[in-house]
């Protein structure tokens, strides 16, 4: 992967002197959303850069460990406005980790009155938007913590990483490829994590923070849902999880609780694609599609759920009951198996 080294003077001349920047990332937050968001914010404010991080909702709580989380702005809960004041007021606006500034739902009607300030994509998901300015769209990178440490590198060297830095770093690139184990994976990647390791960061630690640090209740909700929940189509090779509100209430359940479970039926040899489907408050139900090998739930999640992501990665909505999209569900795996795509 190589970064255009015109892009990156543009992006240095978009702040070559002290700028009022706004960095998004997209909607149901996650560890690479975060992480690439931060570190970016840090090295920008470091430049002498007046920085806000702006996130549509909130992110799970095991990741409020991560250096400068407190700084985050969470627009669903934001009743004074600050995410609108800031972002009018903004002359650069950098969006990480989202490839369309849909994906920041209710916030993307703000960002569009803003018509001054410039807009910079950094993100690996497939099919860019044409809103940005200036765009670094890598859809075979792992991650766009990855990207921003390429960025970074380029832009102003490795000296400007430090331990916080790199950690927010690290932890965009373990979330986003399995802690090093997809096939998203390559030499330049682990030549990048080691420059991060350079600075000094706890890998057991960061390890513990991220994949050790749930609650009793998400323990004990994983255990009904693998159990009670979990469901098999086309022989046991495609696999589905669903989550209503009612049963995540009788779990203590908290925002980010049951990130993660669409992953587990994938552990079972036979699996070739998993789905997910959780309410969410009563308004609408959330898709998340996870895949081996060349069975496209990106392609999956934007036929039938109104979504994308990656091939291996996806999600959508559902505005139809718990009932209505699992038969949705249903028919449409039958519907790609009948193509040969699962
Ligand atoms: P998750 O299942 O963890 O919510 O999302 C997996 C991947 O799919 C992420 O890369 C995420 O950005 C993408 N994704 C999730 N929901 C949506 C959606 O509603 N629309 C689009 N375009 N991508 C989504
Ligand atoms: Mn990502």
């Known amino acids: 992967m190589n970064i255009d080294l015109e892009k990156i003077e543009i992006f240095k001349s ?60 969470i627009h669903a809960q934001d009743k004074i406005g600050i995410a609108q004041s800031v972002i009018a007021a903004a002359e650069v606006v950098i969006c990480a980790d989202m490839s369309s500034l849909s994906r920041l739902e209710a916030l993307s009607e703000v960002i569009a009155q803003n018509n001054h ?23 075979e990178s792992s991650s766009t913590a990855y990207l921003v440490y390429e960025i970074i590198k380029a832009a102003y060297g490795t000296e400007v990483l430090d331990k916080d830095i790199a950690t927010l770093l690290y932890v965009g690139m373990i979330t986003d490829t399995g802690n090093f184990a997809f ?13 991060l390791l350079e600075t000094g960061i706890d890998v057991p630690t960061i390890y513990n923070n991220v994949y050790n640090s749930f609650t ?9 849902v693998i159990n009670r929940k979990m469901k098999t189509l086309l022989k046991g090779t495609v696999a589905y999880l669903s989550l209503t509100e009612d049963e995540m209430r009788r779990f203590w359940f908290q925002q980010g609780d049951s990130e993660g479970f669409v992953n587990y039926p994938l ?4 699996v070739k694609m998993s789905a997910m489907f959780s309410e969410q408050q ?43 999209t699992i038969a949705h569900y249903i028919k449409a795996v039958e519907e790609y198996h009948a193509e040969g795509l699962v």
């Not at 002498?48 to 549509?56: N, Q």
């Open 14 to 73: 978009l702040l070559d002197q002290p700028k009022k920047v706004v960095i998004l990332s997209h909607t149901n937050p996650d560890g690479d959303a975060i992480g690439s968001s931060l570190a970016m914010a840090k090295v920008l404010q470091a430049k002498g850069h007046s920085v806000s991080c702006i996130l549509p909702n909130r992110f799970p709580y095991y990741l409020k460990w991560m250096p400068d989380t407190d700084n985050l702005i």
């Open 117 to 139: 300030a410039k807009r910079i994509l950094i993100d690996h998901h497939l099919s860019p938007s044409d809103e940005f300015d200036l765009v670094f769209s890598f859809p």
């Open 183 to 195: 096939s998203t994976i390559n030499p330049q990647l682990f030549r990048a994590a080691a420059d």
């Open 216 to 224: 009793e209740g998400r323990a004990r909700l994983f255990g009904y």
């Open 267 to 270: 552990s079972i040899k036979k």
């Open 282 to 324: 009563g308004s609408f139900i959330r898709v998340s599609l996870r895949s081996h090998g060349n069975v496209d739930v990106n392609t999956f999640a934007r036929r039938y759920f109104n979504g994308g992501g990656h091939k291996n990665a996806a999600g959508g909505k559902s505005f139809m009951n718990m009932e209505d």
